[in-house]
C-alpha cells in the first residue's frame, strides 16, 4: 500500500489526505501515518505552503486550499522515485 501511496503522489503531488485516503479507501488517520512514515524514512520530502495565502502562488490555479490552511505537498524522493519502478 506504500507503493501505491507514492505512485498516487508522484501523479499528483497537489492532493490532500483525505483525497488520498479515498483513493485508497482505506481512513485518513492511516494515510497520515503512512505520509509520516514515507517522509521520515527518506522516501517523500515535504514542504508547507500557503502561509501568505493564495494571490503570489504559482500553484494557485491547481490547488483547492483555502488561504492559511497549512497545506502541506509531497514530493518523491530519488529514494521514493525509485521505489515506484
Known sequence: MLKALLALIRDDAYR??????????VPTPLVEQMLAQLVDNGYLAVSEACADGCSSCSLAQACAARPGDGLRFWTLTAKGGNACL
Open 16 to 25: 490532500t489526505p483525505q483525497d488520498l485516503a479515498e483513493a485508497l479507501a
